[in-house]
């Protein structure tokens, strides 16, 4: 069974930066494709970016493209979201998700998404 385990956040002044990490373990097909989504209180998930499963596809919301960047690391099972230039509308609990294919896109609703990390708070605040 395929698990993720999320790590980086914290609070960060507007301005700052953090690096999240995506931990993957246990799966035992070829490399997930893996997505950064986010929930702020009283709203809906959103997608934020997400990545092949060979590194060489990205996709970046409009929302956070120019200072968010996503990677991975297969050799470490790991996807990190290095987000720059942060800003409170981006407070919220980031999560990881992975599905069992090369590529998925970011507009694919949360549900399509069959594997979730716990989350990991993120607050942008003075």
């Known amino acids: 069974q395929l698990q993720l385990v999320e790590s980086g956040g914290g609070l960060v002044q507007p301005g700052g930066s953090l690096r999240l990490s995506c931990a993957a373990s246990?799966?035992?097909?070829?490399?997930?494709?893996i997505g950064w989504f986010r929930q702020a209180p009283g709203r809906e998930r959103e997608g934020v970016s997400c990545i092949s499963s060979t590194g060489d596809t990205t996709m970046t919301a409009d929302s956070v493209k120019g200072r968010f960047i996503i990677s991975r690391d297969n050799a470490k099972n790991t996807v990190y979201l290095q987000m720059n230039n942060l800003k409170p509308e981006d407070t919220a609990i980031y999560y990881c998700?992975?599905?069992?294919?090369?590529?998925?896109?970011?507009?694919?609703?949360?549900?399509?998404?069959?594997?979730w990390g716990q989350g990991t708070q993120v607050t942008v605040s003075s």
């Open positions: 998700a992975a599905v069992a294919r090369s590529f998925q896109p970011l507009q694919v609703p949360p549900s399509e998404w069959h594997y």
């Open positions: 246990g799966f035992t097909f070829s490399y997930p494709a």
